[in-house]
Nanobody, 120 residues
């Protein structure tokens, strides 16, 4: 079974940037499509972005399109999410998950997530 460990979160001001990482162990990323989801305080899981298993396609929620970038370093078994132009509404716990697309949010996250807080 794949273990996923998220990191890279923090507190930033609006307009700031962060890069989140998701390290996988127990298997290799090259086999799986991967997704980032997030959960804001008091809300359910929200799909953020996905990358397919052959790394030829990415998809983003409208709320983050043009600001966030998903990528994978298969040699390091690590998934990334670059967050730019952050807004207060991006405040959430971010989780990585196996799979592609919005249906990934129906499964509970495997990892502990990483907290992103955007405030002035």
């Amino acid at each position: 079974e794949v273990q996923l460990v998220e990191s890279g979160g923090g507190s930033v001001q609006p307009g700031g940037s962060l890069r989140l990482s998701c390290a996988a162990s127990g298997s290799t990323y090259s086999r799986y499509a991967m997704t980032w989801v997030r959960q804001a305080p008091g809300k359910g899981l929200e799909w953020v972005s996905s990358i397919n298993s052959i790394r030829s396609s990415t998809d983003y929620a409208d709320s983050v399109k043009g600001r966030f970038t998903i990528s994978v370093d298969d040699a390091k078994n690590t998934l990334y999410l670059q967050l730019n132009s952050l807004k207060t509404e991006d405040t959430a716990i971010y989780y990585c998950a196996i799979g592609y697309g919005r249906t990934v949010v129906t499964k509970p996250p495997r990892g502990q997530g990483t907290q992103v807080t955007v405030s002035s």
